[in-house]
Nanobody, 122 residues
Framework: QVQLVESGGGLVQAGGSLRLSCSASGSTGGRNAMGWFRQAPGKQRALVAAISFGGTTTYEDSVKGRFTVSRDNAKNTMYLQMNSLKPEDTAVYYC????????????????WGKGTLVTVSS
């Protein structure tokens, strides 16, 4: 069992930055891939970015060049640096983990956090 806890959300003006963190604990199984998803009101949860244990990354097109996903394996923590935020980035951001990156990017990872709210004002 893996427990995931997101933090770092908040209210920011358009053009601003936030850094989200996802801390993993429990029986991590060692080498999980991890990912960030977001769900805006009235929309389905969708992939934002994901990272393998070894550091391979993938991004949703609308965040490329603005968001950066990273991880510190020694701390069992994944980060999402979000720059040049736009009102359309407003959503609850969730952390996901699974053994394979291919599983994470399809949203089929077993383990989910409870989410952290990001609100971008115009």
């Amino acid at each position: 069992q893996v427990q995931l806890v997101e933090s770092g959300g908040g209210l920011v003006q358009a053009g601003g930055s936030l850094r989200l963190s996802c801390s993993a604990s429990g029986s991590t199984g060692g080498r999980n891939a991890m990912g960030w998803f977001r769900q805006a009101p009235g929309k389905q949860r969708a992939l934002v970015a994901a990272i393998s244990f070894g550091g391979t990354t993938t991004y949703e097109d609308s965040v490329k060049g603005r968001f950066t996903v990273s991880r510190d394996n020694a701390k069992n923590t994944m980060y999402l640096q979000m720059n040049s935020l736009k009102p359309e980035d407003t959503a609850v951001y969730y952390c996901n983990a699974a053994a394979l990156l291919s599983t994470v990017v399809t949203g089929r990872g077993t383990f989910w956090g409870k989410g952290t709210l990001v609100t971008v004002s115009s």
